[in-house]
């Protein structure tokens, strides 16, 4: 059974930092593709990063480009996002994804962001 588990949410200042982790097991995170998405109060879901096997890629979206960092530990099958120069518009639940958008999908139960301004 595929498990995703996110830590590492809370409420932080504008400015502030955060780094998020998802615990991963029931699969093969090493050749697993991985993200991150999102999901303010009443929006749809949003996109932040994606990270492929053995990080040869990166991939954020425009609005946390230079700001977030997602990596990955493959020893330990857990995912990470680091999250700088947080803004009031992050406020999130923000969600570990594997094989997004990919009829294998699945994702955690999510971690609560809140950034006051």
Request: contains cysteine; proline residues 2%; aromatic residues 10%.
């Amino acid at each position: 059974e595929v498990q995703l588990v996110e830590s590492g949410g809370g409420l932080v200042q504008s400015g502030g930092s955060l780094r998020l982790s998802c615990a991963a097991s029931g699969f093969t995170f090493t050749k697993s593709r991985m993200s991150w998405v999102r999901q303010a109060p009443g929006q749809t879901h949003e996109w932040v990063s994606t990270i492929t096997p053995g990080s040869v890629r990166t991939y954020y979206a425009d609005s946390v480009k230079g700001r977030f960092t997602t990596s990955r530990d493959d020893a330990q099958n857990t995912l990470y996002l680091q999250l700088n120069s947080l803004r009031a518009e992050d406020t999130a639940v923000y969600y570990c994804v594997k094989d997004y958008l990919l009829s294998s999908e699945a994702r955690g139960q999510g971690t609560q962001v809140t950034v006051s301004s």
